[in-house]
């Protein structure tokens, strides 16, 4: 009767657990389980039209390998951007810690001809000051106002316009100034993700109503889990002897352990998939222009590849369905309003106080404010603009986006789990040792990893 009675106990303690346990959401949905060291994903992403599966066989497969080679390319590397910290909110408090906060230039003879200004407009030689140590580091900063044929500059509307100032634009070699750690941290930090979320981008409350402002909270928690996993990626793991290597804890406790940012991850990058595969004609005909010919076509080859690749239509053919949007009376005024909130959040981006952070902030914010545009633009009379026109540097942005968020992905598939937080059957556990205690009149005899192995037997006998 007793040992009845404490199997009974113990599955409805297993069953408050599960209702209670952050990860109840995934276990109700079944869509996240954990075995001992990773976890995986399925059903389908909430608000998309594709499943787990098929984002990460398509991901690996294709768009990865892709977007990994494009990203390297002339065209792509460079991006043309304001570093200057000129923030109209607060005064720059620069929480930067590490030298790799800063952006270096790189040398002169390695930026495509084409970009290049007449001398007038390089900087004077004072502000090409490069960060100490880190040869790899260095980024050129000469000018650029010369458009490559064919692109235009057309205002976005959905970013704050950057470019005003042409004098104090920037090009960037990205690949010489890799997302990473950077130790930029505490208030300073924590005041820009709190003025995003809860000035311009409130969370959304449970049954809300309002599917737009559901998509603007989950791009910006899908980028901020990009930026995470990215930081945990590769982590300065000693800093005595400038070591470097991924810090799995930091992914897991930052974004792992909650699978609303993990999902929210996955929506981001359906998205701005959808914007890329939405603009597939107009990327198709772009011309791609560094200077370099041989390498602009096999830029103009990747991005063929991938905007018309019969497999990623066949396992994804709508990323993102963005005609259920805007669909109310107030439809206008509603993309009015979100338009400016996401304008805010570009702005904002001037206030990271961290070189190497913001160079990365804005990259990624112009790529979400690229997507909504081609996503979300209409003429006057509200109807979809067939005129749409991309920047060079949008284009830029757009790509390197949906390769860092690719890239997450694959962090996210592939990620080892600390071993003392990694179960689900620990966390019920943390609630069923007790009442293991009350039922037995002895406490289960906790240690370490034996712990876990136990548990897992102490489950198998409830089954
Ligand atoms: C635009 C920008 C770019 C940055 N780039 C870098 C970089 O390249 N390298 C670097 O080392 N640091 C970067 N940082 C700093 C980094 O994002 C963190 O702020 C910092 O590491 C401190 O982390 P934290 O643990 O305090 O939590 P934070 O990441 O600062 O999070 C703050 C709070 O936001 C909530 N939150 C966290 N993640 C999510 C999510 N995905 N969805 C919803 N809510 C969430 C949580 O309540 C959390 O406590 C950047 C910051 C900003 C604003």
Redesign the pocket.
Known sequence: MRRYGGVFGSVVVVLFAMYFNPLRYNLVNKTYLCSEDTCKYSGIIEDCCCDYESVNNVNGAILHPLLQQLVTTPFFRYFKVKLWCDCPFWPDDGMCRLRDCSVCECPEHEFPESFKKPSPYILPKDDLVCQEGKPQATVDRTLDAKSFNGWVEIDNRWTHDDETDDGEMTYVNLQLNP????????PS??R??DA??SEYCPRYAYGETCPEKKVLYKL???L??S??I??GADYLLDESSYKWGPNHELMYN??LK?P??VE??YFTFLFVLRAVTKAAAYLDQAEYDSGNREEDLRAQSLIRKMVHNSELQAACALPFDEAELWQGQGGPILRQQIQNQFRNISAL?DC?G?E???L??KLQVLGLGTALKILFSVDDQSNPDPHLQLQRNEVIALINLLNRLSESLIHVTTIKLPATDISLINQVWGVMAPWYTFVHGSPFPASNSSVFVDNVDFIKELQ
């Open positions: 997302e990473r750690h950077t130790g930029y941290t505490g930090t924590r820009i993700w995003i979320y910006i928690s899908g901020h889990s930026i995470s990215h930081i930052r974004v909650h609303d940012r929210n991850l981006m990271v961290c190497k952070c913001r990365w902030g």
